[in-house]
C-alpha cells in the first residue's frame, strides 16, 4: 500500500468527527494541487509529521516537514516576489533558528520568535551593512555591533533600533566617541577623541556637548567651562600648556561650527519589509481560533490591531475574522455561552486546588480629591504656596553647571521672603494673608529640575497657574495631606519636621544617585519649602513637590502599595467597593508581572541599586507603588485575559493538551507597528506587560506571593519606589520592639534598613518576573 493511500485510509477514519470543522476550514484552504503531496489538507493526521511540497495559489512555494496542516519543523518557503526563508517552524510561524533572504541580497541569520527577527542574529545589507547581536520584536535592542556602509562602526547597547546606553562610535575618518546615547545621538556623559589628538570630555545632549565639559589640546591646552549651542549660555576658561606661546585665537562655537561637522552618525541601511510581514495564515491557525469565543469589537472601540495581522499586501490577509475576534472585547451573553462550552470553569479550577476565586471587577474611572475653592479651609494656604513657588522659579538665576559645591547641600543653605498683602519690592501684592516663604537649597532643587528635564515655565504653570489644586480626601497613615496639580503632573506632600531633616541629610546622596542612575525609581523631588503663617500660633507648613506616577492617559484600574511585609498589609473592602482610587495592599496582590527580557534585566539591576542606596542611607518603611491598567475591559467592567500558555497549571482553555500558537500580545504588536510608542516607555512608565492571575491557598497571610494560573492579561504598568523619608529612628526601633512580642518579627513593617532592603528585594523580584 502506498504512502499516499494509506494516509487517505487513515485520514478517512476521522471523516465524521471533523465533518463540521472541514466545512469552515475549507474556507482557509490556500493550496494548489501538486503531484508530490495531496491538495486536501484536512485529510492529515493528527500530529503526524511528514515531508511535503506545497504551491499556494499566488505562486509562494513551501517544501519541508509538515504537519497538522501547516509547516512544523525544518522547511523552506520561497515568495513569488524573490523573498525567501529556511529554518525552522512551529505550527506555520518561523520560530528557532533560521535565515531570510531578500531578493536585493540582503540577509538575516539568527533567531526567530512568532515570526519576528528576535533574539541573536546578523542582518547583512545588499550594501554590506551589517548589524550582529540583540534583536526584539524586529528591532536591535540590547547588545550588538554594526558595521556601516560607509565604513563607520560602532559597539554597544540598543534600544528600539538605536544606539542607547553605553557604546563607542568609530569613524572612518579615525574620530571616535566613547560614552552614552541616547535614541541614536550621543546625550550623557561621554568623550569625542579627534583623530587629531584634540579631545572633549564632558556632558551631551542630542548630539551636542551641552553643559560641564573640558576641551583638551593634543599640545596639552585645556578649556574648562560650561558648554552650549547658545553662546549666550557658554563661559570657561582657556588654560594654555607651557609649550604654547602668543596669542590664541579661538571659539569655543568653533566645535559645534567646524569640529563636529566630521562626526555626523550614519543613518544606516534600512530593512525594506520585514519577515514577519511576509507570513501567511494557514488552515492549522484557523481550526484552532475556531474552537474558541468569537466576539464583535463594540462600536467606538478603536483599536490599530488585534495582535498584528493585518494585511501584507500580498492578495492574502494575516488572519481570519475568527482570529480577529478571538481576542476581542466579549459580551456578558457571548462570555455566558463560552463558560458553557468549556469542560469546568475558572471557580471549578480554584476549589479543586484549595484556591480562593478571586473576581476582578473595574469601577469607572474618577479623578481623585477635591477642588480647593475659596471657602476650602486649605485655601489661602494653597494661595501662599502658589505666589511662593512663583517667586522662587521666576526668580532670575545664572546658568548652573550639574557639578554643584558641597556649600549648596548646607542644611543652612535657606532663604526666607516675606509676602506682605500690599506686596514688596521683591513680591506682589495679593489676596491672601501675610506670611513667610522659605526655600530650602534652592540651588540643588532648581539643578535637580534641570537634571529631570523639568521646564521652569511649565513647571509653574502645573503649580501655580488657574486651575486649583486638588486635596486627597484623607491624610496618609503618616498624617501627612497630599495635594495633586489640576494636570496630574505633580504631587504636594506636607512634611513633619524630622521628614524634612532626613530629606535634608540625604539630599547629597540622593543628587549623586539620581544623576548616576537615569533610571531610578526613588521618588523625583523638585522642590521643598515652608510656609510660615502669621498670628499668634505661627504655624508652619513644610512641604515637598515630588513628581506623580501616575500621570500619565492611561487610566489606572489597579494600585498596589508593596513592601513585602504582611501583618496588616490587606485592604478590608469587598471587590465591589474597590475603585481604581483604592491603594491595594500585599496581600490583596493576585498577579505576577512579567517583563520582557531586556526590561526585566534592568528593572533588577535598578531594584538592586536602589535598595543599596536607601540601605546606606539607613531608610525603611519604603514601598514599591504599582499602577496598573488593563489594556481590554469588557463592557461590563472585567479585564479581559489574552491567549493562554502552557505555565504548568491546567486552565479552563487548556483542554487536551492543545497549546496555542505563542502569539505577540496586542501591547507589543501596538508597539511594533506604531513605532514611536517606543519613545514613551522608560523603566516604570508606560511599561508594556504581562499580568499573570495568581490565586492564595487558605493561610493566606503565609503565602505574599499566590500560585500562578496560567491565565494573562495584557497591561501597561507605572511603578516606583516611595515614601523613602522615614528612617530607623528610636520611634522606629521602640515599634519593632513592641510588634514583634506580639507578630512574627519577619511579617512586621518596622525592622532594620538591611534586613528591610533585603526583605523587599526578594518580594519584588518574586513579584515582578521574566516574560518566556
Known amino acids: 500500500m502506498s ?3 494509506s494516509g487517505i485510509v487513515k485520514a478517512w477514519e476521522f471523516t465524521v468527527k471533523k465533518a463540521t470543522a472541514k466545512k469552515r476550514a475549507k474556507k482557509n484552504i490556500i493550496f494548489a494541487t501538486m503531484s508530490v503531496a495531496h491538495v486536501d489538507d484536512d485529510l492529515d493526521t493528527p500530529g503526524e509529521v511528514y515531508y511535503a511540497e506545497k504551491v499556494l495559489n499566488n505562486g509562494d512555494i513551501y517544501t519541508g516537514q509538515w504537519s497538522d496542516n501547516c509547516p512544523n519543523g525544518h522547511g523552506k518557503y520561497l515568495w513569488s516576489d524573490g523573498c525567501m526563508y529556511v529554518g525552522d517552524w512551529v505550527k506555520g510561524k518561523t520560530m528557532g533558528k533560521g535565515k531570510f533572504s531578500w531578493p536585493s541580497g540582503a540577509t538575516y541569520e539568527g533567531k526567530f520568535k512568532n515570526g519576528y527577527m528576535d533574539g541573536e542574529g546578523t542582518y547583512t545589507g545588499c550594501s554590506n551593512d551589517t548589524y550582529r547581536g540583540s534583536w526584539v520584536i524586529n528591532m536591535k535592542h540590547g547588545k550588538g555591533t554594526r558595521d556601516y556602509v560607509n565604513g563607520d562602526h560602532y559597539e554597544g547597547d540598543w534600544r528600539r533600533g538605536q544606539p542607547d546606553g553605553q557604546g563607542r562610535y568609530q569613524w572612518i575618518n579615525g574620530n571616535q566617541y566613547i560614552g552614552q546615547w541616547r535614541n541614536g545621538k550621543m546625550n550623557g556623559n561621554g568623550t569625542m577623541i579627534w583623530a587629531n589628538g584634540n579631545r572633549y570630555d564632558g556632558s551631551w545632549e542630542d548630539g551636542f556637548p551641552k553643559g560641564n565639559g573640558t576641551f583638551r589640546w593634543a599640545d596639552g591646552s585645556f578649556y574648562v567651562g560650561i558648554w552650549s549651542k547658545d553662546s549666550r549660555e557658554q563661559s570657561g576658561t582657556y588654560y594654555p600648556s607651557s609649550s604654547r606661546t602668543g596669542t590664541f585665537d579661538w571659539d569655543p562655537q568653533d ?22 510581514q511576509k507570513m501567511v495564515s494557514w488552515p492549522c491557525e484557523g481550526e484552532f481560533l475556531q474552537k474558541q469565543p468569537i466576539a464583535k469589537t463594540p462600536k467606538g472601540n478603536k483599536r490599530n490591531s ?6 501584507n499586501g500580498d492578495g492574502y490577509s494575516w488572519g481570519s475574522e475568527a482570529d480577529a475576534g478571538s481576542n476581542s472585547v466579549y459580551s456578558e451573553q457571548q462570555r455566558e455561552s463560552s463558560e458553557g462550552m468549556r469542560s469546568f470553569s475558572t471557580d471549578d479550577l480554584d476549589n479543586s486546588r484549595g484556591f480562593t476565586p478571586h473576581c476582578i471587577k473595574i469601577q469607572p474611572n474618577k479623578k481623585p480629591g477635591t477642588t480647593i475653592s475659596k471657602g476650602h479651609k486649605n485655601y489661602e494656604l494653597m494661595l501662599n504656596l502658589q505666589l511662593g513657588i512663583r517667586h522662587s522659579v521666576g526668580r532670575p538665576a545664572p546658568a548652573t553647571s550639574l ?21 514688596s519690592k521683591h513680591t506682589p501684592p495679593h489676596q491672601s494673608t501675610e ?24 513647571y509653574m504653570i502645573s503649580i501655580c497657574g488657574n486651575d486649583a489644586l486638588r486635596e486627597l480626601s484623607s491624610p496618609g497613615k503618616s498624617g501627612s495631606f497630599f495635594y495633586l496639580t489640576n494636570d496630574d503632573k505633580y504631587m504636594i506632600k506636607t512634611l513633619k519636621k524630622a521628614e524634612v531633616k532626613v530629606l535634608l541629610g540625604m539630599l547629597p546622596a540622593y543628587y549623586n544617585h539620581v544623576r548616576a542612575f537615569e533610571n531610578t525609581l526613588v521618588t523625583k ?3 521643598l519649602h515652608c510656609v510660615k503663617l502669621n498670628g499668634p500660633a505661627q504655624k508652619k507648613v513644610r512641604f515637598v513637590i515630588m513628581g506623580n506616577l501616575f500621570c500619565t492617559e492611561y487610566a489606572i484600574h489597579r494600585r498596589f502599595d508593596l513592601k513585602g511585609s504582611s501583618h496588616g498589609r490587606v485592604t478590608e473592602k469587598p ?24 526590561w526585566f534585566q534592568e528593572f533588577c539591576r535598578q531594584v538592586d541599586r536602589d535598595c543599596d542606596f536607601l540601605e546606606q542611607e539607613r ?44 502569539r505577540l500580545s496586542r501591547a507589543d504588536m501596538d508597539l511594533l507597528f506604531d513605532p514611536s510608542g517606543w519613545a514613551s516607555i522608560r523603566l516604570g512608565i508606560n511599561m508594556p506587560a504581562k499580568a499573570e492571575l495568581t490565586v492564595r491557598r487558605g493561610d493566606f497571610e503565609a503565602q505574599l506571593v499566590g500560585e500562578p494560573t496560567g491565565q494573562y492579561y495584557d497591561v501597561i504598568l507605572f511603578f516606583g519606589i516611595i515614601d523613602i523619608l522615614q528612617n530607623y529612628d528610636i520611634s522606629k526601633k521602640l515599634e519593632h520592639a513592641y510588634k514583634a512580642f506580639q507578630y512574627d518579627p519577619t511579617s512586621i513593617s518596622a525592622v532594620d534598613p538591611k534586613q528591610y532592603s533585603k526583605r523587599f528585594r526578594d518580594f519584588v523580584l518574586k513579584v515582578f518576573a521574566e516574560d518566556t
Open 306 to 311: 488585534v495582535d498584528g495581522r493585518l494585511s
Open 435 to 458: 506670611f513667610k516663604w522659605k526655600d530650602y537649597c534652592p540651588l540643588v532643587f532648581r539643578t535637580l529640575r534641570k537634571l529631570f528635564k523639568v521646564d521652569p515655565a511649565d
Open 525 to 527: 523631588f523638585f522642590g
Open 619 to 662: 531608610i525603611m518603611d519604603y514601598s514599591l507603588l504599582v499602577g496598573v491598567h488593563f489594556r481590554e475591559v469588557s463592557g461590563s467592567g472585567e479585564p479581559v485575559t489574552t491567549e493562554p500558555r502552557s505555565s504548568g497549571v491546567r486552565t479552563p482553555t487548556d483542554q487536551g493538551g492543545d497549546v496555542s500558537t505563542p
Open 403 to 423: 557639578d554643584l559645591r558641597a556649600t549648596a547641600f548646607d542644611t543652612k543653605e535657606k532663604i526666607w521672603t516675606k509676602f506682605p498683602t500690599e506686596g
Open 3 to 5: 504512502k499516499e493511500f
Open 575 to 598: 471587590e465591589s467597593q474597590i475603585d481604581p482610587t483604592t491603594t491595594l495592599k500585599d496581600l490583596d496582590l493576585n498577579f505576577i508581572f512579567r517583563l520582557q527580557k531586556v
Open 255 to 276: 566645535v559645534y561650527s567646524n569640529d563636529l561637522l566630521a562626526c555626523q552618525i550614519s543613518p544606516g541601511e534600512r530593512i525594506s519589509v520585514y519577515p514577519s
